[in-house]
Structures are given as structure tokens and as C-alpha cells.
């Protein structure tokens, strides 16, 4: 059974970086086949999609975050991390690490972790 | 960028059916998928390609997908099936993951 755990800071100032570190037991995050991926959901709100990156170091990003957002992986210590700079009380929300798999050429979640609420505030 | 409609909110007996959409250009010539999420708790899928299920997801749980709709079925509805339902699709020519706006699914 896949597990995935963020962490990192739950308030960060404005104008900083938020960084977030989601840990994957259960399986290898060097597999194949699998986006490992960032995704946000503001309070009280719809789901946001961050990006991804692939098993094989490739990423993707939702294009109105891409100029803040890069998300990289430690194989060594099955991680994957994101980093969102220059944040704004926008950028407010519950972060989820996620596993997403590939069906029918498609794209979808199936493990996601429990999230991490981030607070950007002064 | 590629657009999913979701009614806010629908609403259901329990024991009745449930049928939650998505609305998208040519939404069937793609696959739709879909979640659940409780209050406090992350997402779950329930349905994935259009009709599969998960495994541990009920069978009471269904898809469908055609034209410019996708429908999540939930059959025999009871008080836990209440949560928020969020559809999903991948859209390789722009935003590639795209999720619907949500409902709310309420069991009276």
C-alpha cells in the first residue's frame, strides 16, 4: 500500500518561498509509470492542480503557477519536493502530495497523502 | 483552457439514486475521472477511465461518458456517501489536469 506524508512549514511570510517535502513508503517513487505530483485546495474551495513530475525527472506545470513553481525528486530518500515562490495570501490552501497514474492515455489520481495546510501570512 | 461544469449542489433520499455531472466540449472523447472527499479528509477516487472502479470502491458507485457529459451514479444512496464529488480529466493541449468545480452532495 502506497503512503504519502508532506511536510515542511505551515505559515510562511509573504513574498517567501513555501517549500513542501512529501515522503512516499510503500513503494518506489523510481517506478515507472507514476506523476508525482503537487496539489493545492484553498479554504473552502475546489481542487487546484500544481503539477508533476515524472518517474523518469520530466515535469509539468499548471501554466498560471509555472513562473513560481518547481517541483524536483530525491530518489535516494523517496521524495519529492515543491517549491512555490514569491507567495501571497493567495497562495493559502491545503497542499496534497499525490501519486497520479496513467489509464487510457489519461491522467489520475490514486494515492493521495493526508495535506498540509499552508499559511501565508506576515 | 479546457473547462469542467459541475452542478453546486444535488440533493437525495437515502435509498434513491444519485447522479452527479460534468460538463465539457466533447467531454466523451475523453476520460473522465472522479472523487470523493469527505470534510477534513483528502480525496478519494471512486471512479476512473469513464466506469472503473477502484478496488474497495462499491459497485454502487458508476460512470458514464458521452457527448458533451460524464455522470458519476451512485446507487442506494446512504448518509455516508455525503461529500463533495470533484470530476477530472486530463487535457493535453492545455492545462493537462483539469478538475470541475465540485458538488455537493447532500443526503436528506
Known amino acids: 500500500q502506497v503512503q504519502l506524508q508532506e511536510s515542511g512549514p505551515g505559515l510562511v511570510k509573504p513574498s517567501q518561498t513555501l517549500s513542501l517535502t512529501c515522503t512516499v513508503s510503500?513503494?518506489?517513487?523510481?517506478?515507472?509509470?507514476?506523476?508525482w505530483s503537487w496539489i493545492r485546495q484553498h479554504p473552502g474551495k475546489g481542487l487546484e492542480w500544481i503539477g508533476y513530475?515524472?518517474?523518469?525527472?520530466?515535469?509539468y506545470y499548471n501554466p498560471s503557477l509555472k513562473s513560481r513553481v518547481t517541483i524536483s525528486v530525491d530518489t535516494s530518500k523517496n521524495q519529492f519536493s515543491l517549491k512555490l515562490s514569491s507567495v501571497t495570501a493567495a497562495d493559502t490552501a491545503v497542499y496534497y502530495c499525490?501519486?497520479?497514474?496513467?489509464?487510457?492515455?489519461?491522467?489520475?489520481?490514486?494515492?493521495w497523502g493526508q495535506g498540509t495546510l499552508v499559511t501565508v501570512s506576515s | 483552457s479546457y473547462v469542467l461544469t459541475q452542478p453546486p449542489s444535488v440533493s437525495v433520499a437515502p435509498g434513491q439514486t444519485a447522479r452527479i455531472t460534468c460538463g465539457g466540449n466533447?467531454?466523451?472523447?475523453?476520460?473522465v475521472h472522479w472523487y470523493q472527499q469527505k470534510p477534513g479528509q483528502a480525496p478519494v477516487l471512486v471512479v476512473y477511465?469513464?466506469?472503473d472502479r477502484p478496488s474497495g470502491i462499491p459497485e454502487r458507485f458508476s460512470g458514464s461518458n458521452s457527448g458533451n457529459t460524464a455522470t458519476l451514479t451512485i446507487s442506494r444512496v446512504e448518509a455516508g456517501d455525503e461529500a463533495d464529488y470533484y470530476c477530472?480529466?486530463?487535457?493535453?493541449?492545455?492545462?493537462?489536469?483539469?478538475f470541475g468545480g465540485g458538488t455537493k452532495l447532500t443526503v436528506l
Open positions: 466533447n467531454i466523451g472523447s475523453k476520460s
Open positions: 477530472q480529466v486530463w487535457d493535453s493541449s492545455s492545462d493537462p489536469v483539469v
Open positions: 513530475i515524472y518517474y523518469s525527472g520530466s515535469t
Open positions: 510503500g513503494g518506489s517513487i523510481s517506478s515507472g509509470g507514476y506523476y
Open positions: 477511465d469513464d466506469s
Open positions: 499525490a501519486r497520479g497514474a496513467s489509464g487510457s492515455g489519461s491522467y489520475y489520481v490514486d494515492y
